[in-house]
């Protein structure tokens, strides 16, 4: 008997975000909303999901600010 199990971070695209300019790139574009969290998965089937995070990411570099 085996057991197929994975863990890692899940992240979930929410929609668009705010125009604004990244400090990192410097560019201005439209970032973009996720949702990030922790998953425990068995058999591909998520079954713990834990430390939910909303953020804007840029769609440049990759950038992120934690949203309020």
């Known amino acids: 008997m085996f ?3 994975g863990f890692g971070q899940h992240i979930k695209d ?3 975000g705010e125009f604004r300019t990244c400090r990192r790139c410097n560019n201005h574009t439209q970032w973009r909303r996720v949702e990030t969290s922790q998953r425990f998965t068995l058999f591909f089937v998520p079954v713990l999901s834990w430390g939910k995070k909303r953020m804007e990411q840029c769609t440049v570099c990759g950038e992120s600010l934690h949203s309020r």
Request: aromatic share 34%.
């Open 3 to 5: 057991f197929l199990f």
């Open 14 to 16: 929410v929609g668009p």
